[in-house]
Structure formats: structure tokens, C-alpha cells
């Protein structure tokens, strides 16, 4: 039975990364010949296995929605390389995207909407976090980064981070959309916003800000309005069985 999705809904789902994962083999066999020759040109077997995984789960995720075998689904790519279906699934509607760090793969699915999704592993240091900012954030966000206590800097960082380029990736134009042609709130505990965009309107998009696992931010934007509902982890399932949520 199809997976149901309202048209007002986000969909968040969230998978584990590792090596030794007794799914590789079996999601290999749901990948296209253009995914395994990708996958192949990997040289270590950690980057080789993520990538069969958080492809492997796209194609079982998307199946459930679409009603159709995960090793049927056929993609395409915009101008800047964003996946989305072909025609041919026959779901015109449906939408989304995917993001994946050290350990984590991340979707996000909607209807008649542009949506992008990021995830970053939190625990690891930036070296040059101070420069990136002032180098990268838009004018008002480094203003606001610099204003952070320097306890409050990790989090102040990944949240704009994973913000825009969740935003970057809704609109799928990679970053041929300049980092710092719009701007997104940061503060800890503030709430995930577009505040302000060169083209276009803000308000014509929503964010949300999730924390899959201690460890892990991830952000998605999307166009507005809609309601998060997180699904929760991917486990392990046979082939052809439903994905689990909790
Ligand atoms: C694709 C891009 C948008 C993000 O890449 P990334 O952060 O390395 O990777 P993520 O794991 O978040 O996303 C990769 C996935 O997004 C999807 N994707 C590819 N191109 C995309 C695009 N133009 N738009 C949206 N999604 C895209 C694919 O599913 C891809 O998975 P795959 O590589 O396994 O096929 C790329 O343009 C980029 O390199 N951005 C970096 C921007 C940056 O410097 N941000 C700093 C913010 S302060």
C-alpha cells in the first residue's frame, strides 16, 4: 500500500552510514548501472558503501510513495545536477531531496513543492569556522555570528550552515545562487527562518531545523506553507517489506 502524503506535508526520513551495514549487498542489486559506476569510482569502501546506502534507501523510500519496485524508479538531473523523477513514474507531484555526511544519510519528500535538505555531522572541529563565516555567511548573518559567546559559536555556525545550504538546494541552483544573496536566522534556539532573499520573497518559503541523532543538525526549506512530520529512522528491512516509523 502507498505510503500516504498530504499535499501540506514534509516528509523527514533519516538513515545510519557504515561500512560493514548488512544492506550494502542488497541495495547494490536496487541501484542503475549510472549509480554503480558512480558508486565504483569511490576509493575507500566507507565513501563506496554511503553511497549505496543512502541511494539504495532513496529508491526504497520513493517506492513507497509511488507504489512501484525501487529499482524501477528512473531519474533526472536540473541544470545544476538536482535529482528529480521522470515522467515516467507517473507521480507528477511528488518531490525530493536527499543529503548525507559521516554516518548519516538524510530525505526529505513533498508534493508541488522546491524542497532541499542538509545534514552535518556537529562533533568534529572546524578549523577555520571563524573565517568561513565571515567569509561565506551574508553580511547580517556573520554580524549576528560575531555577536555569539564563543559556547554558543558550534551551534550558531550549523545552524546557518545547514540552513542555507538547504535553501541552496531547494532551489537547486547549487552555488551559482551566491551564499550570500540571502539570509537565514542562526542564534541557538531561535527559530529556522529565511529572513531575507534577493529574488524573490521570503515568506514564500519555510524552514525547520531537526537533530536526528546527538550529533547530527539537518535543515530543510521548502516552498510554503507546510507541516513537518518526521518519519523517523530507516532500519533494516527486507526487500519488498515497508519501511518502519516509529
Ligand atoms: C549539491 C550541493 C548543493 C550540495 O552538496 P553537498 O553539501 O556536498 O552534499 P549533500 O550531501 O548535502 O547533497 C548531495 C545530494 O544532493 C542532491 N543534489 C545534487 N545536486 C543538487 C543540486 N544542484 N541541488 C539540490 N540537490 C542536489 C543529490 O541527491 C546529491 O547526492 P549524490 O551526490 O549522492 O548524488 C553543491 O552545490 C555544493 O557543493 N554546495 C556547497 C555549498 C556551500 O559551500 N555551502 C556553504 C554554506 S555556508
Redesign the pocket.
Known amino acids: 500500500m502507498c505510503l500516504e502524503l498530504p499535499d501540506n506535508q514534509v516528509h523527514f526520513w533519516y538513515t545510519r552510514l557504515a561500512e560493514q551495514d548488512p544492506r550494502v549487498s542488497r541495495l547494490r542489486g536496487l541501484l542503475s548501472s549510472d549509480e554503480i559506476e558512480?558508486a565504483q569510482r569511490f576509493h575507500q569502501e566507507r565513501d563506496r558503501s554511503s553511497?549505496i546506502i543512502?541511494?539504495g534507501v532513496?529508491r526504497q523510500l520513493l517506492s513507497r510513495y509511488l507504489d512501484g519496485k525501487p529499482e524501477d524508479i528512473d531519474f533526472e538531473?536540473?541544470p545544476?545536477?538536482?535529482?528529480s523523477l521522470c515522467p515516467s513514474c507517473g507521480d507528477h507531484s511528488l518531490q525530493f531531496?536527499?543529503?548525507?555526511?559521516e554516518g548519516m544519510a538524510v530525505f526529505a519528500v513533498t508534493r508541488n513543492r522546491r524542497i532541499?535538505?542538509?545534514?552535518e555531522r556537529v562533533d568534529r572541529e572546524i578549523k577555520d569556522r571563524d573565517e568561513?563565516a565571515a567569509g561565506?555567511?551574508s553580511a547580517q548573518e556573520a554580524a549576528v555570528f560575531r555577536s555569539l559567546p564563543e559556547e554558543d559559536r558550534m551551534e550558531g555556525f550549523f545552524n546557518?550552515?545547514t540552513r542555507?545550504?538547504s535553501f541552496?538546494?531547494?532551489?537547486?541552483?547549487?552555488?551559482s545562487c551566491p551564499?550570500d544573496s540571502f539570509a537565514v536566522t542562526l542564534r541557538p534556539g531561535e527559530e529556522a527562518k529565511l529572513l531575507a532573499v534577493q529574488e524573490g520573497r521570503s515568506e514564500d518559503w519555510s524552514m525547520a531545523s531537526l537533530e536526528p541523532l546527538d550529533d547530527y543538525r539537518a535543515a530543510i526549506t521548502a516552498e510554503a506553507p507546510w507541516q513537518l512530520a518526521d518519519m523517523g529512522e530507516v532500519v533494516d528491512v527486507p526487500l519488498g517489506a515497508s519501511v518502519e516509523s516509529p
Request: proline share 3%; with cysteine.
Open positions: 558512480r553511497f543512502s541511494h532513496l538531473a536540473g545544476y545536477g538536482k535529482p531531496n536527499m543529503s548525507h555526511t532541499g535538505v542538509d545534514v568561513i561565506f555567511f546557518c550552515w542555507k545550504e541552496i538546494k531547494a532551489k537547486g541552483e547549487g552555488l551564499l
